[in-house]
């Protein structure tokens, strides 16, 4: 087990407090946001973009513009927010930045500093809601590529591909530019044909009651054998049901608009481009495709603002949303739900619908560790009609684990070793077991020993609060020690951290330090140090002896006589009995012989 706690939330952000093996020094990259990377359908105004930030954050910045390149460089005329020096945002509502656009991809950033560094977040991406009145269900320039067409080749010498407008004579609007799709038999040279088909499937949302279809059009053609055709389909392909065609009569730099208008419940729909030109014709070179609803009376809206929280206590995910808005009666709304982020190829599926006054849903149907998407449309009656869909909000299931540890250090002072840990929630916690293990030596990679429990810190039992925690380990000789965490539930389940080395260099050299203080009255502290065996070259432990002597020579006092280690120690000496004066304390060990004075004051 892991005894990290992933923080989560439905409104985060965030990359992220690191993983117990690998202790987050500074604020980690947030976690993900609610507005997921490729959220679509977000709301033009209203719309609210919130996250959580990694534990130790100071202040944080965020950055907002239509502009990537500037988001990513975090340049400062997209900055929005500035918390400099001790504010921390963990929300921003984008109607104070003026009303978004319809139908276009906007871009932000949080960066989050801590004491010692910053960390700033990926640049994500959202798309705006298009104009319900002319909602536009698919738009292509070909600047990204054919992702979104499949080509077929019915016998042709070329078919449908992609040109550059600046590589070929193409005749288009001014409003055509880079990369367009052709089908050019032209290009590929004499006795050349092409029959050729390019389609694209696309969805259409909410009540409308036709299409608009319209592109940058270069129709050449030479004979009464060449003809373009643009067809629809309905059913997946089993029927074709023709928008326009072209003959032999040129239709050159061209902007085309043509509708189909229709009465069914579907929404899925095929469009393609054939184009027959059996010899070596011209072309047909189309950009800028778009296709929009067209008949809408007063829109349907859905809700501006769909939130999701993730609820690990009761495994589920809490919904909420404001009303929508309907010419007709709204009867209720229907939830939808999909695996994974708003960008991943799974669909959408109901999970709900809700009466017109239920404005929250519970979804139990969740796991642990998993990522979820949500939409919902407003509902109405008495056709049955229904809006488009709201803005795609994203929660984060964690897997719930007891500690969220957010640190486990050490520091070494003379021959103690001090562990210190922190962390920022508890569940259930009972205590912490300290374990150890010692390595050989300095100069082993070896162990000598097993894993044996030093000691136990009781912990909080169940808090959101950060808490500290410490234990000192003393009087050790010097070596390498591993230490680990043993976390204990109430019911006996455990987890282990991570594993920290701490090394206690040895001595170089044989020492014997100045008591202190001195002079004093009764107890003073004395140091020596004994080097190790490498550099001594003798038998590991050494017989060390320290005596107290007066002026004359006797001796008053033994504080140590027996073999040691290599190592640093203290001697506390009381001198209740001994009047005030000046005193000796020698210290034998092996060839070693030091003396030094200290002196008794009452």
Partial sequence: MNIKRLLFSILVFLFILNPINNFAQGPGEPFHPMTAPGARGISIHLHILFWENPAGTIYNEVYFSD????????????????????????????????????????????????????????????????????????????????????????????????????????????????????????????????????????????????????????????????????????????????????????????????????????????????SVQPGWDWWWVVDNFKISGDGALTPMLPPGLLKARADTSDLAVNLTWGSGSSPDPIIGYRIQKKNGLPTDASNYVTIAETNSSTFSFIDEGVELNKIYTYHISTLSGPSGGSSIFSNEATAYVPPVVPVELLSFTSSTVDNDITLLWTTATEINNSGFEIEREQVSSPQSAGSNGEWQTIG??????????????????????????????????????????????????????????????????????????????????????????????????????????????????????????????????????????QTRKMILIK
């Fill in 67 to 274: 502009d990537p390149a500037l988001v990513s460089a975090m340049d400062p005329s997209v900055k929005i927010l500035d918390g400099y020096p001790s504010t921390v945002f963990d929300s921003v509502s984008l109607n104070l930045y003026g009303q978004l656009e319809y139908y276009k991809a906007y871009y932000w950033k949080v960066v989050e500093y801590d004491s010692l560094s910053f960390s700033p977040s990926p640049t994500w991406n959202f798309t705006s809601r298009y104009n319900p009145t002319s909602p536009i269900f698919f738009f292509d320039n070909f600047e990204d590529g054919l992702l979104n067409w499949t080509i077929t080749n019915e016998g042709g010498d070329c078919i449908w591909d992609l040109f550059n407008l600046s590589s070929r004579p193409y005749t288009l609007p001014p409003s055509a530019t880079g990369n367009v799709l052709a089908a050019d038999a032209d290009y590929c040279g004499s006795g050349s044909s092409t029959l050729t088909t390019a389609s694209v499937t696309f969805l259409t949302e909410g009540l409308i009651f036709g299409l608009k279809i319209e592109w940058d059009n270069d129709w050449q053609a030479i004979s009464n054998e060449d003809f373009g055709y643009v067809d629809i389909s309905t059913d997946q392909g089993t029927t074709w049901i023709n928008i326009t065609t072209f003959d032999q009569v040129d239709v050159r730099n061209t902007h085309e608009e043509h509708y189909y208008y229709f009465y069914t419940s579907t929404n899925n729909f095929i469009l393609r481009l054939v």
């Fill in 456 to 593: 136990f810190i009781p912990g909080h039992g169940t808090t959101s609060e950060k808490q500290s925690y410490s234990f000192k380990d003393e009087n050790l000789s010097s070596g390498k020690y591993l230490y680990r965490l043993k976390q204990i539930d109430y019911d006996g389940s455990f987890e282990y951290s991570n594993t920290i080395e701490v090394e206690i260099t040895a001595p170089l050299e044989f020492s014997l330090e100045q008591n202190y203080p001195n002079p004093f009255n009764p107890t003073t502290k004395i140091k020596y140090t004994i080097p190790s065996v490498t550099l001594r070259q003798a038998q590991s432990d050494i017989l060390v002896s320290l005596k107290v002597f007066d002026v004359l020579g006797n001796e008053v006092a033994t504080l140590v006589n027996e073999f040691k280690p290599a190592g640093e120690y203290n001697i506390d000496f009381t001198a209740v009995s001994l009047p005030s004066g000046v005193y000796f304390y020698q210290l034998k060990a092996g060839e070693f012989i």
